[in-house]
């Protein structure tokens, strides 16, 4: 039997008489740099001028794709608010004033029986619509769950949000709850919303010790926090008070804590967001710009000199690095409406050229 040296002497010694023959110089140049491991790298300069989807969010400027947690104490009121938002998605109704992607939602009700899910669903909603599903009999990470998550995609193609209460139920309670095991489970559900472009939000605990950084009660190692886009912690201010803050922070999120009141229906309403003055949206730059070059054939200036002029009649102030992130992750939804934008680097300063239909930037760019 050959050994591991010998196996790979024959490799290098064949490989060395292949070289050897001109004609196939330039041909094992090619075999050799594709045998070596590279990164593959972008520079900066071109990410930063680089057209690039925008987040996917399912709740704009809440939940986006990916893999999320909600945490609260027992019977603070998550599950109501789990199912309010897996109804609202489903219909397409905003969240607290925030736009929702609609679509088809799965709530994986595992703590609950059917009848209390219509009886919850009574209390929400008139009517349900038959996008938003529920199952209550319970499948394993690890196990069936995964394969069940994958094949109700399949059939519901429009599928954008999939809440799993809760985390605990889905989980093997003979292993170790280590970092690594957190992590590496939490770490199968991510691969899963990454790969069908979805939302997963599970629901689960909080350790009953106060500490004064609401997320450090997230039940568990750090390896859960590590593992999500987005916390989300649903503290009440005292016990059966239907008053609460929600803390969010993410990935793709500013933090902010938002202050909710439990209506009598069980709908939890914004009483006050720390967020006050929200970042520039994505719907507001394909407006602004389009309204801004209605008269207008072509327009160039800086970011900085761009943003003014579209502040001018705004209360908040748009920053030039979000009006330069906001342009490029929305290139598509800009041409739609015959706007065409160009970000270049010309004598050391970046320059925004805006075309207002694209036989004019064609024209333009070919001028000196």
Not at 353 to 360: A, C, K, L, V
Request: aromatic share 8%.
């Amino acid at each position: 039997m050959e050994t591991y040296e010998r196996k790979n002497f024959i490799k290098i010694f064949y490989l060395s008489d292949f070289v050897k023959c001109p004609s196939n110089v330039e041909t094992s140049k090619e075999v050799i740099f594709k045998m070596t491991k590279r990164f593959n790298t972008i520079d900066g300069e071109t990410l930063m001028t680089m057209p690039l989807k925008p987040i996917n969010f399912i709740i704009e400027n809440l939940l986006s794709e990916g893999l999320h947690i909600l945490a609260g104490s027992p019977k603070v009121g998550k599950s109501w608010l789990a199912l309010w938002l897996s109804v609202a998605v489903a219909k397409g109704e905003d969240v607290w004033g925030n736009k929702v992607k609609k679509g088809a939602t799965l709530y994986l009700c595992f703590e609950d029986s059917q009848i209390r899910i219509q009886n919850r669903l009574f209390d929400i909603t008139d009517e349900a619509t038959d996008t938003v599903n529920f199952c209550t009999e319970n499948a394993m990470l690890g196990g069936e769950l995964e394969e069940r998550i994958v094949n109700f995609i399949k059939e519901h193609s429009d599928t954008v949000l999939i809440i799993i209460d809760t985390l605990q139920m889905i989980r093997n309670t003979s292993k170790d709850n280590n970092y690594a095991n957190d992590y590496s489970d939490l770490t199968i559900l991510k691969k899963l919303a990454d790969k069908y472009g979805i939302a997963i939000l599970l629901i689960h605990h909080l350790r009953k010790e106060y500490d004064k950084d609401p997320f450090n009660r997230i039940s568990g190692t750090t390896g859960i926090q590590g593992a999500v886009d987005s916390s989300f912690i649903l503290v009440e201010e005292t016990r059966g008070s239907g008053v609460a803050t929600l803390s969010c922070v993410g990935r793709d999120i500013d933090y902010r804590e938002i202050k909710l009141k439990r209506g009598e229906d069980n709908i939890w309403q914004v009483v006050s967001d720390s967020l006050e003055n929200h970042d520039l949206l994505a719907d507001d730059i394909v407006i602004l710009l389009s309204d801004f070059m209605k008269d207008k054939e072509y327009h160039k200036s800086t970011p900085t000199e761009l943003a003014e002029e579209l502040s001018k009649n705004r209360d908040d102030k748009i920053s030039s690095k979000t009006l330069t992130k906001r342009i490029l992750q929305n290139t598509l939804e800009l041409e739609e409406r015959c706007i065409a934008v160009v970000i270049r680097k010309s004598n050391g300063k970046r320059l925004i050229e805006i075309f207002r239909n694209r036989d004019d930037r064609v024209d333009k760019m070919s001028t000196p």
